[in-house]
């Protein structure tokens, strides 16, 4: 099975510029993640969806920042517009159901200049 | 307000010695507990967990403790491997917000020829 898919792996852009992250889910999992990582803070949850609807956005840390999950399977975030500080690696997670355990994609490395 | 905190930013151990990563927390409401492992370039993996009506937990040569009493927790590798090196991340959440993990910052364990 497929694990976490997220797109692009890499991606630099200058400050003020529009930036989207996707992510697709494991398939059959109801629940997703979006974390962003930084040395400082670790991984900070930013906003979780079930069933396609974001239940908790509370973790988003600006208005530039905005998530939407338009299928079970397919999910943005978007930052619009990008700042310097928002560079880090932005996780996307998976879970089915109750159980705790999240599977992770292997991130987004965005480098904001 | 880090909640879940681990105070060893790095760790080196010898092959085949025992490796003891620590994480403490803060909030009582805290139930269930997770360790993930990360390689460089890649997003986290679940590795063990633990509810808070245990005090231990094994799963091969990975054993996690928990003292609630102190809300103190301990993930240990016996015997460790140079396969083991990676960032090392504790996780919490608790029933009433299931959804939602809060992690630790992370310990670099090393592990040495």
């Known amino acids: 099975d497929a694990g976490v898919i997220q797109s692009p792996r890499h991606e630099v852009t200058e400050m003020g510029q529009e930036v989207t992250l996707r992510c697709k889910p494991i398939?059959?999992?109801?629940?997703l993640f979006w974390y962003r990582q930084t040395m400082m803070r670790g991984l900070e949850l930013l906003i979780y969806?079930?069933?396609?609807?974001?239940?908790?956005d509370s973790g988003m840390p600006e208005d530039r920042f905005s998530a939407k999950m338009p299928n079970a399977s397919f999910s943005t975030l978007k930052i619009q517009p990008s700042e310097p500080r928002d560079s880090a690696v932005y996780f996307c997670?998976?879970?089915?159901?109750?159980?705790?355990?999240?599977?992770f994609g292997p991130g987004t490395r965005l480098t904001v200049t | 307000d880090q909640q879940v905190k681990q105070n060893s930013p790095s760790l080196s151990v010898q092959e085949g010695r025992i490796s003891i990563l620590n994480c403490d927390y803060t909030n009582s409401m805290f139930d269930y507990f997770l360790w993930y492992k990360k390689y460089p370039a890649e997003g986290p993996t679940f590795l063990i967990s633990i509810s808070s009506i245990k005090d231990k937990n094994e799963d091969g040569r990975f054993t996690v403790f928990l003292n609630k009493s102190a809300k103190h927790l301990s993930l240990h590798i016996v015997p460790s491997q140079p396969g083991d090196s990676a960032v090392y991340f504790c996780?919490?959440?608790?029933?009433?917000?299931?959804?939602?993990?809060?992690f630790g910052t992370g310990t670099r364990l090393q592990v040495t020829l």
């Open positions: 969806f079930n069933n396609n609807v974001p239940i908790d």
């Open positions: 996780a919490a959440s608790s029933t009433g917000t299931a959804s939602k993990l809060t």
């Open positions: 997670a998976s879970r089915r159901g109750a159980v705790y355990e999240q599977y």
């Open positions: 398939s059959g999992h109801d629940y």
